[in-house]
């Protein structure tokens, strides 16, 4: 899978609110969402490089943010 770095940048620096919104009540806090998309940009996508609770993150938040991005151009 390629990742779309531009797409994870700008959900991480003016799309917040909406990962607030996902994480809300799931018992998962907003930095840890944001640190792993941070991780990811710092390796420039690189999914394979995520740990095994890095990826649920990744999937369970990051993931359906940036395939409603993709639909939303």
């Known amino acids: 899978m390629d990742l ?3 797409v ?3 959900l991480l620096s ?7 919104k996902i994480v809300k009540g799931t018992g998962f806090l907003t930095k840890t969402v944001s640190g792993v ?4 940009l710092d390796n420039e996508g ?3 490089l995520l740990s095994a609770k ?3 993150v990744f999937e369970k938040f990051i993931l359906p943010l940036l395939n409603t ?3 939303q151009k």
């Open 4 to 6: 779309d770095v531009i």
């Open 8 to 10: 994870l940048k700008n």
């Open 14 to 20: 003016k799309r917040n609110d909406e990962i607030e």
């Open 37 to 40: 998309g941070t991780f990811l």
């Open 46 to 48: 690189d999914i394979d």
């Open 54 to 56: 890095q990826k649920v």
């Open 69 to 71: 991005s993709h639909r």
